[in-house]
């Protein structure tokens, strides 16, 4: 049975190598760990663990030699793509998470000061950033610690179906609900 996407049994990264060729680019693929995908004169960089999928969407970042970052994301029958926002392309766009829920992808990246918390529906991109390095990533809630907030006992709680509104909880109350945020660089995929 074929998925939306015209693609029976294939790994995702096959799927963003025949999305990209079917827009006319060649792809080699990298077999070493971690597996990469290598198209425009070897200039583009995607990651596996930087590819998100479902039955009916496909959504991926790519980095360039010369700094470029693009999210790309296909979803259903629409195409969307997005410049992450960062102090200075050179010190990167590290993906800390990328993944669908329901309706919108949630991309979470770090640049050079900020780690950006990003909602994408459709042709939207909501976003907010915070000074840190403390998160949680659950199915539907994020929390985060900015430095100021850790010293403070603090904790930032999103919904994230509706993605505005903010509520702090204390420390204790994160850990007692089991998503107190943790170093960003110790999160499971």
């Given at each position: ?38 198209w ?9 663990c ?52 329901k ?69 204790k ?17």
């Amino acid at each position: 049975m074929l998925d939306s996407l015209g693609v029976l049994g294939l790994s995702k990264v096959q799927k963003v190598v025949n999305k990209i060729e079917g827009n006319g680019f060649s792809c080699r693929l990298n077999q070493s760990p971690p597996i990469e995908i290598l198209w425009r004169n070897v200039n583009y960089h995607i990651y596996e663990c930087d590819i998100a999928e479902t039955n009916d969407s496909l959504a991926w970042l790519q980095s360039s030699d010369g700094d470029d970052h693009l999210l790309i994301v296909y979803h259903k029958d629409n195409v969307y793509t997005w410049v992450p926002e960062t102090y200075n392309p050179a010190f990167g766009c590290e993906c800390i998470h990328i993944g669908w829920r329901k309706e919108f992808l949630i991309f979470v990246y770090l640049e050079k000061h900020d780690i950006y918390i990003c909602k994408i529906t459709n042709d939207e991109t909501k976003h907010f950033h915070f000074n840190g390095q403390d998160i949680f990533i659950g199915e539907d809630i994020i929390t985060y610690s900015s430095f100021g907030g850790t010293r403070k006992g603090k904790v930032n709680l999103i919904n994230l179906s509706s993605f505005d509104k903010v509520e702090k909880i204390s420390t204790k109350e994160a850990e007692v609900r089991n998503i107190k945020p943790i170093y960003y660089q110790e999160l499971d995929g």
